[in-house]
């Protein structure tokens, strides 16, 4: 069987340009590479090594619909589960839940979506 390595993430943007710019200023990644001849991808990475692709939707030919019905949804985890969410709100993400408390298993957990509507879950460090 062939092993499977990981990548990037890869992420359609409606509006390249302004989607790399909020991921880099808003969540702390920083831009490691750019393509901008013949399509746009830029390669993104922050300090724990998380890897995001970011790409022009329109020029590979997809229309981007109501995101927040993806069946596929990246998960982070944070330690500080009130500041996260707050810096969210102030920079122009949309929490669409929580955070709430599962008393059952004992963490933290929430969702929040870029300025494009991408759904993302974020979990504390007691997440099981």
């Known amino acids: 069987m062939v092993e499977i390595q990981p ?29 901008e001849d013949g399509y746009h991808y830029a390669n993104l990475e922050n300090g724990a090594g998380i890897r995001l692709g970011i790409a022009s939707a329109q020029e590979l030919g997809v229309v981007p619909t109501d995101r927040s019905q993806n069946s596929v949804v990246v998960q ?7 500041e996260f969410f707050a810096h969210l709100s102030e920079s122009g ?3 669409t839940a929580g955070p709430s408390f599962d008393p059952k298993l004992k963490f933290w957990f929430g969702g929040f979506s870029d300025p494009e509507g991408n759904p993302f879950w974020v979990v504390d460090k007691d997440c099981p």
């Open 76 to 82: 982070f985890q944070v330690d500080n589960r009130a």
């Open 7 to 35: 990548r990037e993430t890869v992420i359609l943007a409606s509006d390249f340009a302004p989607l790399v710019a909020w991921y880099r200023d808003v969540l702390g990644f920083r831009e490691v590479r750019r393509f």
């Open 93 to 95: 993400g949309t929490v």
